[in-house]
């Protein structure tokens, strides 16, 4: 395995995700490793039959996390305090409809079950960062992800939010509006090896079209459904063969990071994922705290009390 120094390791890059909500640090991974991660998620998937567990309690994807380039990274772009905590997905195929822009603020410390946070986006950073390893080409093809630029730090209300906010019991600051021309939607180009992070506070949707004849212009989800539909299909380019995405969370210590890893662990959606999760085993854990990530196993506990209090 290669273990060359991360391509990006400067506060440089910290800020610009601080600024923008994403960043892209190209090349990470070498063709060889990009076709073991291929080969690897469909062979954990046709195994569990479409059910996994997080990459490191997964055999065929564990090496990932305990790769130094990796761990390079996320300490100098998340932070040097940054952990680890189990929520992570595999992709392999048709991901459906997942077009539609949205944020990931999961739960309150308070409230962890809370669809979204209360929080205002304008005064209250979300601390999680969403490692995204896109392993087909969507520079020059369609089906990757889609950002709304700085919007981690702006409002995207849900009709729960615009409940409370009618009845008084959510305010906002005018800083959490988004402003269109400032920040635009971006059709993220990024290329097998490349790794993709975005701040999941952002505004986000996933499998954009790309236009042949002006490749460089983003849509919002609902715009562009309506264009797919209205244009003939030569319009557009095509995906790049099978989508094959690895999403890898991590996050800075906050009271919003034990809402969040709370809120993944009790969603019954996720029942599954945390039954084949392990990362409390030491010889999962020791490596991935060796190169300066922390391990936390909060998600997990969780799950594994709730699970034993319904038995």
């Not at 063709?31 to 996994?52: D, K, P, T, Y």
């Not at 701040?199 to 562009?224: C, D, I, Q, T, Y």
């Not at 300066?292 to 034993?308: H, N, S």
Request: include cysteine; aromatic fraction near 8%.
């Amino acid at each position: 395995m290669q273990t060359t120094a991360a391509p990006l390791t400067t506060s440089e890059h910290h800020s610009r995700l601080e600024t923008d909500g994403y960043l892209v640090i190209p090349g990470v991974l070498t063709a060889a490793e990009i076709e073991r991660l291929r080969e690897g998620i469909e062979a954990a998937l046709a195994e569990g039959n479409g059910l996994v567990g997080d990459v490191l309690s997964t055999p065929q994807t564990s090496w990932l996390l305990h790769d130094p380039r990796i761990a390079a990274i996320v300490r100098t772009v998340v932070g040097q305090d940054a952990c680890y905590f189990g929520m992570t997905q595999m992709q392999a195929g048709d991901p459906g409809d997942v077009k539609h822009l949205h944020v990931d603020r999961k739960g309150d410390a308070a409230n962890p079950r809370t669809g979204q946070s209360l929080s205002d986006p304008a005064l209250v950073g979300w601390p999680v960062i969403r490692m995204g390893i896109y392993l087909q080409d969507h520079a020059h093809h369609s089906g990757g992800l889609k950002v709304r630029r700085g919007s981690h730090r702006k409002f995207l209300p849900d009709k729960s939010h615009l409940i409370r906010m009618v009845r008084g019991r959510h305010r906002l600051s005018w800083r959490g509006i988004p402003i269109p021309f400032v920040n635009r939607l971006v059709s993220i180009p990024s290329r097998p090896g490349d790794i993709v992070l975005f701040n999941l506070g952002a505004h986000h949707s996933g499998g954009f079209m790309r236009l042949r004849f002006a490749p460089w212009v983003a849509f919002p989800p609902k715009v562009e459904s309506w264009l797919e539909r209205a244009l003939p299909r030569w319009c557009w380019q095509p995906t790049s063969g099978d989508r094959h995405i690895l999403f890898i969370d991590f996050a800075t210590p906050s009271p919003h990071t034990t809402g969040y890893r709370l809120n993944r662990a009790l969603h019954p959606t996720y029942a599954s994922h945390w039954e084949r999760t392990h990362i409390d085993e030491p010889a999962l854990r020791e490596p991935l705290e060796a190169l300066g990530i922390t391990v936390d196993t909060t998600a997990l506990e969780a799950f594994r009390a709730e699970a034993g209090a319904k038995a």
